[in-house]
DNA sequence: GTCTATACGGTGATAGAC
DNA sequence: GTCTATCACCGTATAGAC
C-alpha cells in the first residue's frame, strides 16, 4: 500500500527471478549432460557453458564458483530422485508390505536407474570424500529416503506381529542392496538390467518377510 | 653360452628389475596416500611425487602418463582385496555355507573396509565411466569375486537341495548387499560400522538360507 | 636412474564493454 | 545480464644435465 504510486514498471521484479530460475536451470542440466558425457573432473565452465550454449561468463554470474553450479546440480539430482519415490509411495497405499515394495520399485525405475542418472550419482559420490559439501547434500537428502525405509519396514514388521526394533537394520539392509546393485548396473558388471536387479531385490525380500510372498513377486511376468 | 664373455657385470640384470619393482612399489603406494588425503582429482603428479619422496620426473620415467601409474594404484587396490578373500577362502574349508560366510565377512575385514580404502574405492569406481582403463580393471576383478560368491551359494544350494539354479542371482545380491554398506560406510549414512554391515548381511543370509542358521549367527556376541 | 628446468595447454575467476 | 578478453595459476609431459 505504501508502494501504490508510479505506473507499471517494465521490468518487474518477478521476470527478473524468473529469468534467473531459468537460467540457472539451464546450467544445471548442462552440468549434469557434461559429467554424463565428460566426467565429474573432465567437466569444466567451458563444458558446461558449451553445452548450455552461453558464456563461461553467465555460469560464474549464477553460480559465483564452479562447485556451487557442481553443487546445485547433485541437489538437483537428489530432487528428482526424491520426488520419484515420494510419488510412488504416495501412490502405494496404506499397506505397509505395499509401500516397502514401492520404495523399491521406484530405485529401479528409470529416469533414476538409467546408466546415465548411475554416472551422476557415482561421479559425485566419489568425490564426496574430498568435497564435505557434496558430502553433505548426499547426506542429507539420502537421510529422507531411509527414514521413509525405515518407517516402512517398521510397520510392516508391526502388522506381522514381528520385533520391530529390526526396522533400522533391515532398512539399511534393503538400502544396501538396491545401492549395491545399482553399482553393478553402473559398472556393467554381474547384474546389468534394472529389472533382473529388481527381481533380485524381491528375491531377498521374499526371504525377510515370507508371511508375504505376493507382494514382492517376481514382476514384469 | 654365446655371452660368457667378460667379467661380473656392476649391475647385473635381476638387480635392475628390484630397484624398479621397489621404485613402482613406491609411487604405488605413494599414489593411493595421496587420493586418500586429496581425492583422485586432487592427486596430481606433483602430490605423488612429494608423498614418495622423489621427484615427479621418476614417476613419469616408470609409468609414462598419470593415467598408467593410477590404473597401477587401483591394480594394487584390486590385488589387496582379492588377497584378503581368498585366503579367507582358502582357510574357511569345505563346508558350503561356511565358505560363503567367510567371503562375506572377509569383506568386512578392517584392511579392505576401513574408511581410507574406501575412499580408493569410490574414487576410483566414480571415474570409471569416463576412464575406459579404470572399468576394464574393476570388471577383471570384480569377476573374480562374483564366480567365487556364486560357485560357494550354488555348492550351498545343492547341498540343501534346493535349485541351484538360483545361484547367480543370489550371488550377485549379497556381492550388491556388501557393496552398498561399503557405500553407507563410505558415506557415513546409516550403517558406519563394519561390525554392524556385517551383522546386517548375516541377518540378510539367514533368511536367504533358514537350514543354515548358525553359521550366519550374530558375529561378535 | 634421478634430478631440475621448462614448454605448452587448459583451468577458474575477473574486468570491463555493450 | 551477457558477452569477450584476459589474468594468474597449475596441470602433464618433455629435455637434457648429472
Keep these: 500500500m505504501s508502494q501504490d ?30 559429467i554424463i558425457e565428460n566426467g565429474l573432473p573432465g567437466t569444466t565452465l567451458a563444458t558446461v557453458a558449451r553445452e548450455a550454449g552461453l558464456s563461461q561468463g553467465v555460469a560464474v554470474f549464477y553460480f559465483q564458483t564452479k562447485e556451487g553450479l ?19 509411495l504416495d501412490a502405494a497405499g496404506d499397506d505397509p508390505a505395499e509401500r516397502l515394495a514401492a520404495l523399491v520399485r521406484a530405485d529401479f525405475h528409470p529416469s533414476v536407474c538409467s546408466r546415465e542418472a548411475q554416472i551422476v550419482w557415482h561421479a559425485f559420490w566419489g568425490e564426496a570424500s574430498s568435497r564435505p559439501l557434496f ?26 506381529g514381528r ?19 545399482w553399482l553393478q548396473i553402473y559398472l556393467a558388471s554381474g547384474i546389468t538390467r534394472p529389472a533382473e536387479a529388481l527381481a533380485v531385490t524381491f528375491r531377498f525380500l521374499r ?8 507382494v514382492f513377486g517376481a514382476p514384469g511376468d
Tied chains: 1, 2.
Design 5 to 34: 504510486s508510479g505506473g507499471v514498471q517494465p521490468r518487474p521484479r518477478k521476470e527478473r527471478t524468473e529469468n534467473a530460475a531459468r537460467r540457472r536451470g539451464q546450467l544445471i542440466e548442462a552440468a549434469l549432460r557434461s
Design 70 to 88: 557442481l553443487a546445485a546440480a547433485l541437489e538437483r539430482h537428489y530432487e528428482r530422485y526424491e520426488e520419484n519415490w515420494r510419488q510412488a
Design 135 to 160: 558430502n553433505r547434500i548426499a547426506d542429507r537428502f539420502d537421510t529422507h529416503r531411509s527414514d521413509a525405509l525405515e518407517a516402512a519396514a517398521a510397520a510392516l514388521l508391526a502388522e506381522l
Design 163 to 181: 520385533d520391530t526394533s529390526e526396522a533400522r537394520a533391515l532398512g539399511a539392509g534393503i538400502e544396501g542392496l538396491t545401492d549395491g546393485l
Design 207 to 214: 526371504a525377510l518377510f515370507p508371511e508375504r510372498p505376493a
